[in-house]
T-cell receptor, first 114, second 111 residues
């Protein structure tokens, strides 16, 4: 089956610093990837849709200058949390779209901002 | 915005019993999918049911879809302790579009 990886799996950073999370489709090309955020014991909330070669589409309420998304190749999308604050601590999950409807999810990245 | 609601929010059963989880949604859909998530891990796709299908089976899983009631159910038969996880439904309105997730059901299967 299709495999999506995320790196790092866990990251701890200090308030005010920026953190980059990578999402890779390992055995398929994905023109579209999605970034989700999940709070403890809660559901996934879509943050943005990442399109290869074009600007990401952000969901309402998600600050595009805060969460920078770059989809520079057909197998890699990155999410950079800029000037991180403790309230940005969360579980971030990406998915990559295979064919018309199959989304394959990465294992997630646990971000802790101290 | 999240449109899916799932019930129950938490379900605790004994090994061997069946587990039924329900999902309701508000708008018309193209597909409905069920995912499983172990604590602190990514999502695993379980099954997809299209809007023109009413029932689908995969191993010990049975999914039903009632578009008139805008609801779906996931049945896990002969549950095992390893089935302990959170289960989410997700809908999309057109193929390849953004998924909207339900709130999830935390299933605990006691050995």
């Amino acid at each position: 089956g299709a495999v999506v990886s995320q790196h790092p799996s866990r990251v701890i950073c200090k308030s005010g610093t920026s953190v980059k999370i990578e999402c890779r489709s390992l055995d398929f090309q994905a023109t579209t990837m999605f970034w989700y955020r999940q709070f403890p014991k809660k559901s996934l909330m879509l943050m943005a849709t990442s399109n290869e070669g074009s600007k990401a589409t952000y969901e309402q309420g998600v600050e595009k200058d805060k969460f920078l998304i770059n989809h520079a190749s057909l197998t890699l999308s990155t999410l950079t949390v800029t000037s991180a604050h403790p309230e940005d601590s969360s579980f971030y999950i990406c998915s990559a779209l295979l064919e018309s409807y199959e989304q394959y999810f990465g294992p997630g990245t646990r971000l802790t901002v101290t | 915005s999240q449109q899916g609601e799932e019930d129950p929010q938490a379900l605790s059963i004994q090994e061997g019993e069946n587990a039924t989880m329900n999902c309701s949604y508000k708008t018309s859909i193209n597909n409905l999918q069920w995912y499983r998530q172990n604590s602190g891990r990514g999502l695993v796709h379980l099954i997809l049911i299209r809007s023109n299908e009413r029932e689908k089976h995969s191993g010990r899983l049975r999914v039903t879809l009632d578009t008139s009631k805008k609801s779906s159910s996931l049945l896990i038969t002969a549950s095992r302790a390893a089935d302990t996880a959170s289960y989410f439904c997700a809908t999309d309105q057109t193929s390849g579009s953004r998924l909207t997730f339900g709130e999830g059901t935390q299933l605990t299967v006691n050995p």
